[in-house]
């Protein structure tokens, strides 16, 4: 911990610990806008892998040797620090997968399998991730159960009385979104949770993209489930979380089944581990448990108040500048919405338009951002989308600025 600063915090410091940016791309010094697909790793995290393999290298819950006794202690103690990272009750509601995708999927065999049957109604919205719908998608169709989806309006904003009005008693979940990867639209949770729940029906956050940009208290939520993913919150990429309260996780069916998650094995009977172990079978990604909590405690180092102002600094210099150029038109504008500028310049192409900011060292992500039906809704294929995290500044957003003009020019 001696290597994080526990003086308050300048935007200077914070960018020396992140080696990469200070790397070239293309001649330029870099401009990392694509945030939201992946964020890049402080020297702390980096060490943190290094000093486990080279130090503590061992399999965990399983040997009685020095070794293999630290690497537990510290891939447990990641589970700890999750727990306390999103106020979880205990660590039993804590499952290690390899990303949102994982965590996802898990829910879509565990509790879907077993408690979503025909007839029964799966709710999402619009704005979701691909991984948010295809799970949903199978299963129902394994099942006979039926996808509902909440619409959007122009803005990038769910409806929320068309919500209210696909609940019903046939609900048995509710998946959805917390951030827009592609908008940046911040979706009332709140409200969605409470109206689930006075159906009864269950929910399920897709965290991945509010995660690194704000605090999240699972108590105070209520959400039954929360998914997200390491390599976005500076952490490791094979990393992920699926939370679940406790008293659901214990009815749920195993996901993959091997060792670690089971308690006894007989040819005749297989009695399944405690939670959390019961959805962990095999060898773990331990370097990226152990890195994930060096992440945690980095992002809690650097603060939420630093974080937040910072990114709502970036989000309206941006949109103002970005909106002042000819042609330009900001695809999503919720009244609440987080770090994401997603944009079309004119009638070119945003892979175009992505090719040529590439050319300037400035990296933002072209494309449907894995929301085709979303694009398809807003009647486009995509978008040039730049995604801004604490570590970005001012100077990089007129960089930006600069490059949008000059592809506007190039191009027409
Ligand atoms: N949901 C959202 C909102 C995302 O932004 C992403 C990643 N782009 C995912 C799910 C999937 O995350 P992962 O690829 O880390 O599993």
Redesign the pocket.
């Known amino acids: 911990m001696s290597e994080i600063s526990t003086s308050p915090i300048t935007i200077e410091q914070v960018r020396a610990d992140f080696p990469i940016l200070s790397r070239e791309v293309n001649g330029r010094s870099l401009v990392y806008f694509d945030n939201?697909?992946t964020s890049q790793k402080p020297r702390y995290v980096l060490n943190a892998i290094e000093d486990y393999y080279k130090k503590i290298n061992a399999n965990v819950h399983r040997g009685v040797h020095h070794l293999s006794q630290r690497a537990t202690d510290e891939y447990e103690e990641a589970r700890e620090a999750v727990k306390r990272f999103i106020n979880a009750k205990s660590i039993k509601e804590i499952n290690f997968t390899k990303?949102?995708?994982?965590s996802i999927n898990l829910v879509a065999h565990s509790f879907g399998r077993k408690f979503i049957g025909k007839g029964d109604e799966i709710i999402i919205s619009t704005l979701e991730?691909h991984?948010?719908i295809v799970p949903w998608q199978i299963l129902c169709e394994e099942v006979g159960a039926t996808l509902k989806i909440i619409p959007v309006n122009e803005k990038g904003e769910i409806d929320i009385d068309a919500y209210e009005n696909l609940l019903s008693e046939k609900t048995k979940l509710v998946s959805i979104?917390y951030i827009?990867?592609s908008l940046g639209t911040i979706n009332p949770v709140n409200a969605i949770i409470e109206k689930a729940h006075e159906v009864g029906a269950k929910v399920l956050l897709?965290g991945?993209?509010a995660i690194p940009h704000q605090a999240v208290n699972v108590q105070a939520l209520d959400c039954d489930f929360l998914a997200f993913?390491s390599?976005?919150m500076c952490g490791p990429t094979g990393m992920?979380i699926l939370y679940g309260k406790e008293n659901i996780l214990e009815e749920m069916l195993p996901y993959q089944a091997g060792g670690e998650m089971i308690k006894e094995v007989t040819f005749e009977k297989t009695t399944y581990n405690a939670l959390p172990f019961k959805f962990e079978a095999g060898t773990p990604n331990i370097a990226g448990g152990i890195a994930l909590m060096a992440a945690i405690e980095y992002l809690e180092k650097v603060g939420w108040e630093f974080i937040e102002n910072q990114e709502q600094m970036l989000l309206d210099y941006a949109t103002q500048q970005l909106s002042n150029i000819e042609g330009l038109r900001i695809v999503g504008t919720a009244e609440n919405k987080a770090s994401v500028v997603s944009f079309l310049l004119g009638d070119h192409h945003p892979y175009d338009v992505g090719v040529i900011l590439d050319q300037l060292g400035i990296a933002v992500r072209t494309g449907h951002h894995?929301c085709q039906p979303l694009m398809k809704r807003l009647g486009i294929e995509g978008t040039c989308r730049a995604s801004f995290t604490f570590y970005n500044t001012k100077e990089e957003i007129d960089a930006l600025v600069k490059g949008v003009e000059r592809a506007n020019r190039m191009l027409s």
Do not use: F, L
């Open positions: 939201a697909a990303g949102t995708t994982e991730h991984s948010n979104v827009s990867n897709d991945a993209q993913s390599h976005k992920g894995c």
